[in-house]
């Protein structure tokens, strides 16, 4: 299984970018964004269930990014509005198949089987 995240790039503050996360060949219950910016841990960014019916947001993001999927697809997309600074990071996409029971496995990394490999969004002031 492979997640190819891409959409990064340099923008200015006040942009918007809207990236992707293509999965090969499969539909997951479960896919998210995260971030890691430099000297920091990863953090969660928005998550979405399988059918959409359900997202997830970081505080510092509700507002300005939205997260949506397209299962025919197998992709995830983080329309990212009204970029400022602090957004600048490292994107990683996530998915997995596991069952959440609250609103707290969404946030949580490790509840996460499969990783992107990251797109670099650098936002300039």
């Known amino acids: 299984v492979q997640l190819q995240a891409s959409g990064g790039g340099l923008v200015q503050a006040g942009d918007s970018l809207r990236l992707s996360c293509a999965a090969s060949?499969?539909?997951?219950?479960?896919m998210a964004w995260f971030s890691q910016a430099p000297g920091k841990e990863r953090a969660f960014v928005a998550a979405?269930?399988?059918?959409?019916?359900?997202?997830y947001y970081a505080d510092s993001v509700k507002g300005r990014f939205t997260i949506s999927r397209d299962n025919a697809a197998n992709t995830v997309y983080l329309q990212m509005n009204s970029l400022k600074p602090e957004d600048t990071a490292v994107y990683y996409c996530?998915?997995?198949?596991?069952?959440?029971?609250?609103?707290?496995?969404?946030?949580?990394?490790?509840?996460?089987?499969?990783w992107g490999q990251g797109t670099l969004v650098t936002v300039s002031s």
């Open positions: 979405i269930n399988r059918s959409g019916g359900s997202t």
């Open positions: 060949g499969r539909t997951f219950n479960y």
């Open positions: 996530a998915a997995t198949d596991n069952r959440f029971y609250s609103a707290t496995y969404y946030y949580t990394s490790n509840r996460y089987d499969y």
